[in-house]
């Protein structure tokens, strides 16, 4: 399994965030809404104010973000961004693994949103043991309800 870490992100990591923004939503955005540079960078900015951004870090490297919300019930990735040049050696499956495994231990569910044009993610929430539970116009909700340990 890929090793990884998070750390936490604040407003002066806004270059980062915006980066990896760029290269993992913007095309999806794009095609749906058109982009605005300006609009984008003021919401991922005032976005970061929140504190639930984190960096995924690997090999010393970021190579990512996710958002993470908490709440009695759940646990919520709201954002999984993993740089393109990163993809495809495990980092996201094991950062999803590790989150399954904590609301297993916690005995609760996991959710996440995902594009429904990003296929390649839905397969692999799908192997992973994610269901949809959930449709908006543009997006897939998921869900992983853990067995009890």
Same mark, same amino acid.
């Given at each position: +399994?890929?090793? /990884? ?5 604040t407003a ?22 058109g982009?605005?540079? @300006? ?34 019930d ?10 393109? &040049? /990163? ?9 999803? &693994?590790?989150? +399954? ?19 390649? @993610?839905?397969?692999?929430?799908? &192997?992973?043991? /994610? &269901? ?18």
């Amino acid at each position: +399994m890929t090793g /990884f870490t998070l750390e936490p992100l604040t407003a002066a990591d806004g270059d980062f965030r915006m980066e990896v923004f760029r290269a993992t939503i913007k095309p999806y955005l794009d095609d749906l809404f058109g982009w605005d540079e @300006a609009t984008q960078t003021a919401i991922i900015l005032d976005q970061l104010k929140g504190g639930s951004h984190s960096a995924i870090v690997t090999g010393g490297q970021r190579v990512g973000i996710v958002q993470v919300e908490a709440s009695e019930d759940a646990i919520s990735l709201r954002q999984i961004e993993i740089l393109p &040049r /990163f993809q495809g050696r495990g980092i996201g499956t094991a950062m999803v &693994r590790s989150f +399954m495994d904590r609301c297993g231990r916690k005995g609760k569910l996991l959710t996440l949103h995902v594009f429904k044009s990003n296929t390649s @993610a839905l397969r692999l929430y799908e &192997r992973l043991g /994610f &269901r949809v539970s959930g449709q908006g116009e543009h997006d897939i909700e998921m869900t992983y309800t853990p067995t009890l340990r």
